[in-house]
């Protein structure tokens, strides 16, 4: 079956960075969409980050200039670089995964894939 398991996150100062990983069994990556949302407490799901099955990758607001999504296939693990974190930040981080569509799309929001991690928590104090 398909797995996917987060690590990475922690607790940090405003400015801090994180890296977070996401290794996946069961799927092979490099035929999959792939993408990072978060949840806080009280608000709904958020998309973080995503490739387009072209690769590029397509960010959440505020967040492109700050954040870089990166995958490596040989290890089938997905990465989300987080850099001058801040206080709004603090969510559970999911990493999650998608079959594209017959025409070889990923169409869905990043929010709507089918198979997520357990996430991992990422805590920005001010």
């Known amino acids: 079956q398909v797995r996917l398991v987060e690590s990475g996150g922690g607790s940090v100062p405003a400015g801090g960075s994180l890296r977070l990983s996401c290794v996946v069994s069961?799927?092979?990556?490099?035929?999959?969409?792939l993408g990072w949302l978060r949840q806080a407490p009280g608000h709904s799901r958020e998309a973080v980050a995503h490739?387009?099955?072209?690769?590029?990758?397509i960010y959440g607001d505020a967040m492109e200039d700050r954040f870089t999504i990166a995958q490596d296939y040989a290890l089938n693990t997905l990465y989300l670089q987080m850099n001058g974190l801040k206080p709004e930040d603090t969510a559970m981080y999911y990493c999650?995964?998608?079959?594209?569509?017959?025409?070889?799309?990923?169409?869905?929001?990043?929010?709507?894939?089918?198979?997520w991690g357990q996430g991992t928590q990422v805590t920005v104090s001010s």
């Open positions: 069961g799927f092979d990556i490099s035929a999959a969409c």
């Open positions: 999650a995964i998608d079959r594209p569509s017959d025409a070889g799309t990923c169409y869905k929001a990043v929010t709507a894939y089918t198979w």
């Open positions: 490739f387009t099955r072209a690769g590029i990758a």
